[in-house]
């Protein structure tokens, strides 16, 4: 089973961007959809945005247009490139194929941290 590495996270001021990068060790191919989640103090692990092998994205309402989810299938990685961050997007972010999001099966992920 290949594993999902995150990367990217750092903190920022509320208005900037972060790029996070999710890294497969084996061939992304065979996973029909990938997603970003988060995780934020206290609170239960959430859906951030999915996307499916042909490209297919699906948002979760509180991105409100300002996230944009890829997927490289030939380089094997997962993208979330996030713009006008706000200090409730502070959590760790993780990224996840369904397989594993069902077998609650996580990574370390990648702490993001919005400052007002």
């Known amino acids: 089973q290949a594993q999902l590495v995150e990367s990217g996270g750092g903190l920022v001021q509320a208005g900037g961007s972060l790029r996070l990068s999710c890294a497969s060790s084996?061939?992304?191919?065979?996973?029909?959809?990938m997603g970003w989640y988060r995780q934020a103090p206290g609170k239960p692990r959430e859906m951030v945005a999915t996307v499916t092998i042909g490209g297919s994205t699906n948002y979760a309402d509180f991105v409100q247009g300002r996230f944009i989810i890829s997927r490289d299938n030939t380089k094997n990685t997962m993208s979330l490139q996030m713009n006008n961050l706000k200090p409730e997007d502070t959590a760790v972010y993780y990224c996840?194929?369904?397989?594993?999001?069902?077998?609650?099966?996580w990574g370390q992920g990648t702490q993001v941290t919005v400052s007002s």
């Open positions: 996840n194929d369904l397989r594993r999001v069902i077998a609650d099966s």
């Open positions: 084996g061939s992304i191919l065979g996973i029909s959809v």
